[in-house]
């Protein structure tokens, strides 16, 4: 069984930056795709970003694509997720998932259901 715990979240100014961190626990996860999505109030859960396992290749959603960064540290079994710019739609509560399998087509890592495991998700407010 796989946990996985994300830290990191919290309140910060528009324009500011934060690192959400996600442990893994109960098995090594290089070989698995990570996923960051996030969740604001009364909207739909959103794909942020996803690093493949094989090749540590990364895709990420439009509305991030060149403020926020994915990295793994497979040593700490932990997976990042650095934020810069932030904005105030930034705002929801951001979860990291583990998937498995592999596909070559990275926009196949925006669809939620082909992750088997999920952490319990952690706040990140944007506000002045």
């Known amino acids: 069984q796989v946990q996985l715990v994300e830290s990191g979240g919290g309140l910060v100014q528009p324009g500011g930056s934060l690192r959400l961190s996600c442990a893994a626990s109960g098995r090594t996860l290089s070989s698995y795709a990570m996923g960051w999505f996030r969740q604001a109030p009364g909207k739909e859960r959103e794909f942020v970003a996803a690093i493949r396992g094989s090749d540590d290749a990364t895709y990420y959603g439009d509305s991030v694509n060149g403020r926020f960064t994915i990295a793994r540290d497979n040593a700490k079994n932990t997976v990042y997720l650095q934020m810069n710019s932030l904005k105030p739609e930034d705002t929801a509560v951001y979860y990291c998932?583990?998937?498995?399998?592999?596909?070559?087509?990275?926009?196949?890592?925006?669809?939620?259901?082909?992750?088997?495991?999920w952490g319990q998700g952690t706040q990140v407010t944007v506000s002045s």
């Open positions: 998932a583990a998937d498995p399998s592999y596909t070559s087509t990275m926009m196949r890592y925006r669809e939620s259901s082909r992750y088997d495991y």
